[in-house]
């Protein structure tokens, strides 16, 4: 009986991924590529699907060679596979460079020839295009080129360095049209740190976890790292915001820290700072939450507890010409004898764009006790739901904000004859005659007005939300690069507006509250 002959090595993946493509370490010295902890993670989940039809997103630490893995990863998938094209999305030019450089480095360390137990000999293919971001191989229609954006051409293999930090998140998008469907076999991974919550990254990082899509979340904490490890001295105590880590970590994931791994933390989070959780981060949730330039404290919106609505108010609303049209306001909480309310008003033209936006507040309890938004409702229904809602909260102060189409529901309220509408005194300079304005002009300064004052009632807990939504566009509402506060791209922060003018008009002093 003939002994099984072993299987080559060269058709190892695993083998090859350690031995054909060397790399740099970070003492800049030549060597093999041998699988780090989350390396052997992301392998094995490939080698699961069969090295085919991966879509993997990897939310990561910094300096965990994610993308070298992938780089390597996916030019070997094109050395070894006839009309095979890779493809990496770099986020800025420089990167676009740095990436290169590795994946043309393994190349150029891959030896040329090699011999097979059968006597055969694996040829490396010839680049028949090689420059700064390409390496083309002519004789097997394959290749690989870092970029970015894809060039009109269907990659194979995909894979998006650093996805939250891309600036135009559309960007992605279209990119990812122009891979072949799943069924195809082609593979897409992304990785990042965190920036911040609302992007392509962090959707699709939750949508995997919660196991929706196509997408498999691969996410390694600090901690699963054997390195970050620092001996502790022998007469060190671990502080209150290491010691509430650890317990997390324990209670969430039973997993015990040990001594020296808190050490680690404790020192890598003085030198880290507020970065902290983005570049090491413990817990998925919190790697978002407490990255990119939020404009509102973190940790203070994770205490805020979304609550179901307790009843829907249907609002009739339409003319004699356009027929009669149903919307429904989410209601929190009932009116009550005796309190007043504001009924904030975010006027949209109602095309499918933008949303337009109603939200009422208990003026006393600063709760939030009602919810519209639509962005299909006519400019003309507008007034007639914040006017159905103000007449049930005790005939409360209606606030428009009167910039474009707000002067249009100021005019209709008008017809109605409702005569509880905020507005500001304005002295004309000339005659000194008063007259009242109505509505609230959103300017720079009126706008960063609101939003300290909601920012202030937040930090000191003074308000009670209760919207999903509101805390949704709470959390990717931003500080750009610039220093304005507002919505992340491709977010909306319709309601988050009608709450801060809430607030800032519900804390006025009481002789601003018309009727009242």
Known sequence: MQTPTARPKILDRAWRLQNLYPILNESRQLVKMKFTPMQQMMFDRAKAKRFRGVRAVVPKARKATVTTFWGVFNLDDSLFHKNTLSAIIAHREADVK???KKVKLAYNNCPNKIALPDGRIWVKPKASVDNVNELRFESINSGIYVGLEIRGDTPNNLHIAEAAHIPDQDRITATLGSVPNIE???NITAESTANGVGDWFHSTCTEAQ??????ELIFF???ENPQNKRTA?????????????????????KITLERDQLFWWEMKKLEQKQLMEQEFPTFLETAFLMSGRPAFDPEVLALIQPQPHIATRIVRAGDEFTGERLHEVRIWKQPKAGRHYVVVVDPAEGGGGDDAAITVWDTLTLEQVAEFNSNRIPLGDLDQVALDLAIYFNNGMIVVERNNHGHAVLENLKRHGYNNIYGVIITDEKTKRKSKKLGFLTDGRSR???LDSLEDVLLNQQIKINSAILKSQLLTFHVNDSGKREAKPGNKDDILL???IGVYVARLPRQHFGAY
């Open 184 to 186: 195809t076999g082609s």
């Open 98 to 100: 740095k990436i290169f």
């Open 498 to 500: 009608t709450a801060a």
């Open 210 to 215: 919660q196991g929706v899509g196509d997408f």
């Open 221 to 223: 904490p600090w901690f």
């Open 233 to 253: 001295p022998s007469d060190w105590y671990p502080d209150q915001n290491t010691l509430k880590m650890a317990g997390l970590v324990k209670n969430r994931l």
């Open 448 to 450: 960063d007005l609101a």
